[in-house]
């Protein structure tokens, strides 16, 4: 018998999800008044970003701890991003009716989970449960600049080592290894090929359905003296072009750079064409002055350059971006 | 011809709707960036909601325009409910491919409308878009606390006065109309009857749609020591009987106040039941010392007493809240 939000109602299911998250350090106080209270030390960052079944993720591929372990952490890789530690995560979530209880506290436990593993400290302070056709999560991340200043995508300077930390590529990897599973005659609404695939490709799913980002890195990044950052969530070609856009300067990407550095990720070979259009993966893309050593766990893969026709080269030539439009995308029997 | 945000991809609509928004005073960084950068004075307050078209609202009966400003309002009024200062929100929009574009544009148009008259200097800073089966929005607020202490549910005393500001059951009495000509064999899904609804009930229908609620008010209220404060959106009795449970007190409503402070509103007659059980006006609940002077635009409705059997009663007897859970109410025809 599985008891549905429905049958448990609010007050019931609000309970059992909180029940399952740990206090935020910054937290005044935490869920359950109308606003949480969160201390901040110098300027906040905040951000913002909506998962959605269907356009964002199928529920048959991703377990509930997936799940919410993924809400937590593309939200987390924006604040370091910003060179900024994260402090706080809300979380606004609406599902049908019959949606089995279990799934929210599942939610609930794998976004406290990656909280704790990938910024300690930071934690869920509050939220908002409603009604859906489909199961939607909101969530809002919170960081602090603890009087230091933020890094944006702008100010990327000629001469600059382009860097890289993170996972590249393997998150679309994954997604494409679904895709095609997905036009599968078996079907995957009910995820049946999910257990083959899974241990065939332990570390290329998990980078899809739970990616790692390196959120630790983005306040070192800061530090070190990164001219300019952001995450790569569309693909490192359409957020690189971006960068070099809004920075006023064109990026040059190295082929060979890109193997040495991430050819290999943790056992699985990637491709340069997965690197440059995979999305998802949420890895820091950086600049630092060239004479700045690179804090560990970046890798340089180009150098900045002057202004130029092109934004974007990959070994001299025009790379034309290429990865994910919410809009435009279509998945496959969408 | 009518342009859809499939049409023009994520750049071209995320252009638009930024160009109705105003920016916010806070704002170090605005919107473009991975996060805003946002100043704050003192302890920061924040709240997510979110609005689902089915379960939330209904696209036939708001305006994009309204939905917009609804969406303003009932965050702010969260913030204003801690008494504290709204400094920002955050706007996560995920729609239909087929979605006019000119409908997020009045969107973010009502949004930026209601925060500027309801919280001047507070503004957008930063969201994301992306598709889903239905309108999706959520919403988060900031504020700031400016070195005040935050007003919360649990503070209220023995003897402090029960207070209310803004419109009361107005909001429901809407929603009521409009469910009643939902069930109508005419027919609401194209919005026929809403004309001729809002020419005949002007207030209530605007008090539904795009409510006003008395934001500038909750500083006001924790400055002349306001013990527990909170917005009424569910309805009066399920709130004030959450803040009396949260305080350990009880609350003695009185419905010959609640008549003479809330029995006409702007030249509607609403009755004590619909004060009661009618949620989404998002006006403030509050208790004072009973030697404070209530501050302009607060009336008297009741008074706090020790906790008791019940934590809720009007006129000595006691109350069963009535109102808004979204996980077991059901709209008519869903």
């Not at 290329?204 to 790569?232: E, F, K, N, S, Y």
């Not at 990407?253 to 995979?278: C, E, H, I, K, N």
């Not at 150098?303 to 080269?313: D, G, N, Q, S, Y």
Request: charged share 15%.
């Amino acid at each position: 018998m599985v008891l549905s939000v429905g049958e448990l109602g609010e007050r019931g299911v609000l309970k059992r999800v909180l029940a399952r998250l740990e206090a935020a350090d910054a937290a005044v106080i935490g869920p359950g008044d109308d606003c949480a209270v969160v201390r901040v030390d110098g300027d906040l960052v905040v951000t913002t970003d909506t998962m959605i079944e269907g356009p964002d993720f199928r529920a048959a591929w991703h377990s509930g701890f997936e799940l919410g372990w993924k809400l937590a952490a593309t939200n987390l890789s924006d604040v370091a991003a910003m060179g900024a530690q994260p402090t706080a995560l809300t979380l606004a979530l609406a599902v049908p009716r019959d949606t089995p209880v279990a799934l929210l506290e599942e939610i609930a436990r794998g976004m406290n989970v990656a909280t704790r593993e990938l910024a300690p400290g930071c934690g869920v302070v509050g939220g908002d449960l409603g009604t859906a056709p489909v199961i939607t999560a909101a969530v809002t991340a919170l960081g602090q600049l603890a009087g230091q200043a933020p890094v944006t995508r702008t100010g990327a300077l000629p001469g600059d080592t382009v860097a890289y930390a993170g996972d590249l590529g393997l998150a679309g990897m994954g997604l494409s290894l679904l895709f095609a599973e997905a036009a599968d005659p078996d079907g995957t609404a009910d995820g049946r090929p999910l257990p083959r695939l899974r241990e065939a490709h332990p570390v290329i799913l998990a980078a899809q359905l739970a990616p790692t980002p390196p959120i630790g890195l983005g306040v070192g990044a800061a530090r070190a003296g990164a001219t300019a950052m952001m995450d790569v969530s569309d693909s490192l070609s359409i957020d690189a072009d971006r960068l070099a856009r809004a920075s006023g300067v064109s990026l040059e990407l190295d082929a060979a750079l890109l193997t040495a550095g991430f050819g290999a990720q943790r056992g699985v070979a990637v491709p340069v064409s997965a690197m440059l259009t995979g999305g998802e993966d949420h890895g820091l893309l950086a600049m630092f002055p060239a004479d700045v050593a690179l804090p560990a766990g970046f890798l340089p893969i180009g150098r900045v350059a002057a202004a130029a026709e092109a934004p974007l080269t990959l070994d001299g030539a025009a790379l034309t971006p290429s990865g994910w439009d919410p809009y435009v995308v279509r998945w496959p029997g969408a």
